[in-house]
């Protein structure tokens, strides 16, 4: 049978009230009770019912997640932090994918605001900021993760992406590459801030980027080592071929690497790589990658400090939340080169 407060509140000889109180930590309860419910409550092993702690608070203790594909390591470890995060406040994390496909995304942000939701994350897909105010009800507060819409005015966590590409390309011209290729992304806030830190960082050393030497695909989350393969063997046809590649995230640098192999290019002799995302298998691939690490731990427990903040003070001025990104050396940039 389960628990009820007022069976804590009849063995303690206090109120249902008071019970109620402790359990939403009101501050108008002394030190002393607060200790002995909070005490039975562990020696009974008292779970509260959420339903109706959220009937009686108009909250729903839950939090929806959106990303554009949830088996990517990257959003998998980034959902692992964050929800760590939220069930220290008893509150639950619903997941979704949007298949970075712009219209179930929307399809996929309307079901967890019907669910009352009370704090939305999302990893858009939207190119155009209006797209996804018009899915905001004005109620629920949101926030913006990994990917930012700066037209929107919306809290935002995530990576200074054009320090990534500022990283990664330093890293490939002090090594000695020549030839620095790019393969990136299409139209999203990620893609573009690493594409921008690629090319300052080539204008700043005194280095060529010519248009042939950068690739952009579309999906390259979901799809990066098929998109990597299939941009090598495109940069691998230019009269002069790179001798050097930044790569978008780590699962793109996996099928570039995998391209360049195939036309007998030994990494990193003749050719190296910089992946992104420093996912923690990347120590174990047949040549181990040297990545951009992104501190997906941290991304999602700010994110998770931040949506509690949004859940039980809204509304807020709207942040901008940068995570700083750290260059990992590994054998694709290390060793000899020819």
Do not use: W
Not at 59 to 71: A, F, H, I, M, N
Not at 259 to 283: H, M, S
């Amino acid at each position: 049978m389960a628990i009820r407060l007022k069976d804590i509140a009849r063995d303690l000889g206090v109120s249902t009230v008071t019970v109620s109180k402790v359990l939403r930590g009101n501050t108008d309860i002394s030190d002393q009770t607060r200790a002995r419910v909070l005490k039975r409550m562990q020696e009974l092993d008292y779970q509260p019912n959420m339903l109706a702690r959220g009937l009686a608070s108009g909250r729903s203790y839950t939090v929806g997640l959106v990303v554009p594909d949830l088996v990517h390591p990257f959003f998998a470890e980034f959902a692992k932090y964050l929800g760590g995060v939220l069930r220290k406040s008893d509150r639950a994390l619903l997941l979704a994918s949007s298949e970075e496909n712009p219209l179930i995304e929307k399809q996929e942000i309307r079901a967890l605001l019907s669910r009352g939701v009370d704090v939305l994350l999302v990893a858009s897909c939207q190119t155009k900021a209006k797209d996804l105010q018009e899915l905001v009800d004005g109620r629920t507060p949101f926030l913006l993760i990994d990917r930012n819409l700066p037209q929107l005015s919306a809290n935002f966590v995530g990576s200074d992406d054009f320090k990534v590409g500022q990283l990664a390309t330093q890293h490939l011209i002090d090594i000695g590459c020549k030839r620095i290729a790019h393969i990136g992304g299409r139209n999203l806030s990620p893609s573009l801030d690493r594409l921008k830190g690629y090319q300052e960082t080539l204008a700043k050393n005194g280095a060529k980027s010519p248009p042939k030497y950068v690739i952009t695909v579309e999906h390259i989350e979901e799809g990066g080592d098929l998109a990597g393969y299939q941009a090598m063997k495109e940069l691998l046809k230019n009269k002069q071929r790179p001798d050097g590649v930044f790569c978008y995230n780590d699962p793109t640098a996996i099928g570039a690497m995998a391209a360049a192999r195939e036309a007998g290019l030994r990494i990193p002799q003749e050719i190296a790589f910089v992946g992104c995302g420093n996912l923690r298998y990347a120590p174990h691939f047949r040549k181990p990658l040297t990545s951009i690490d992104q501190s997906t731990q941290q991304l999602g427990e700010r994110a998770g400090e931040v949506a509690l903040e949004l859940a039980e003070n809204p509304p807020m001025e709207p942040r901008k939340i940068l995570i700083e990104p750290k260059l990992v050396v590994r054998q694709s940039t290390g060793g000899s080169r020819a």
